[in-house]
């Protein structure tokens, strides 16, 4: 599925081809709440060779530290109004990880969600799934594609 997706002042807008198109996956650490703005983040699967971005110049990029380390995962943001556009780690030079809430393009409904993170997530924060939906204190054993495959939502088109 080919996304298209903007930030909040139009400065940066961009597309992705998306094998993992569904945004199912809650992140509460705190690093996407805190980046994101939000008491979640979610995350689509995306090839890295698809990017073609218009506006990079308003693009600034960080990198979060992780256990008192930085790591060396790439958060893109817009320099002007903030908002979190995706995410990019070389470790896995293919993938993109773009954040669901900078995606213009209409999204496919979930068929249910899953939280992950959970350990990290403060009080204030409610989880809205009435323990109805998978939940993990870190990361859960099934990667995005796994998920897309196992739901028939695979998209693996050129």
């Not at 903030?82 to 393009?105: K, M």
């Not at 899953?114 to 799934?129: A, E, Q, T, Y």
Request: with cysteine; aromatic share 10%.
């Amino acid at each position: 599925m080919r996304l298209e997706g903007s930030c909040h002042c139009g400065a940066v807008r961009f597309s992705a081809q998306a094998y993992a198109p569904v945004p199912y996956l809650r992140c509460y650490c705190s690093i996407c709440r805190k980046t994101a703005g939000a008491g979640f983040a979610i995350n689509l699967g995306a090839e890295a060779a698809s990017l073609a971005v218009k506006g990079a110049e308003a693009i600034t990029v960080f990198h979060a530290i992780v256990d008192g380390e930085q790591s060396p995962a790439e958060r893109r943001f817009c320099s002007r109004c903030g908002s979190a556009l995706w995410v990019w780690d070389p470790r896995w030079p293919e993938l993109l990880h773009p954040f669901a809430s900078a995606i213009d393009t209409p999204l496919p409904a979930a068929p249910e969600a899953v939280h992950i993170m959970l350990g990290s997530k403060p009080n204030w924060v409610r989880v809205d799934n009435a323990g109805t939906e998978a939940g993990h204190q870190s990361y859960p054993p099934e990667s995005l594609e796994q998920w897309h495959r196992r739901h028939g939502l695979f998209d693996d088109e050129p």
